[in-house]
């Protein structure tokens, strides 16, 4: 089976006052449809970077290279609206310090609605037909 996200050699550099400085190198990883994945990793690992690098979101001045496939599209090569209309409907990202992204006031499944509602024109029923099926096919290996 094909991969939906496919990493190959990618490697992300941080622009500072003396120059660029690594901060992933050569990283390749694939993840398959109905797969769960959790980075693991010391502090100032890399975790975020690659989040960030697949998400699209990483600071002006970084490099980034190699490939990262979203089923057939190089996500490194997307900018602007292609990239926001898949994230949060294909590519989501919870950082690492969930207490200062998530509100505590909200349940999961208001969070998920939130996400899909601000990503996608369906109604409060889909939205939330979605929700339950996303939150009941988690499973924790």
């Not at 094909?2 to 490697?11: C, F, G, I, Q, T």
């Not at 694939?30 to 690659?50: A, C, D, P, Q």
């Not at 209309?85 to 909200?106: S, V």
């Not at 939130?114 to 029923?125: L, P, Y």
């Amino acid at each position: 089976m094909d991969p939906v996200l496919k990493a190959e050699n990618l490697s992300v550099e941080y622009l500072s006052k003396k120059g660029y400085v690594h901060a992933l190198d050569d990283i390749s990883l694939e993840i398959g449809k109905g797969e769960t994945v959790g980075i693991v990793g010391e502090t100032g690992s890399g975790k975020s970077t690659l989040a960030k690098a697949i998400l699209g979101i990483l600071p002006l001045g970084a490099r980034v290279g190699g490939n990262l496939l979203l089923r057939e599209t190089d996500l490194t090569r997307l900018r602007g609206e292609p990239l926001r209309r898949i994230r949060g409907r294909d590519i989501a990202l919870i950082f690492q310090d969930p207490m200062t992204r998530l509100n505590p006031l909200m349940t999961i499944e208001d969070h998920f609605l939130e996400t899909i509602k601000a990503h996608e024109s369906v109604s409060d029923r889909e939205a939330h037909e979605r929700t339950v099926r996303a939150l009941t096919s988690m499973r924790v290996r």
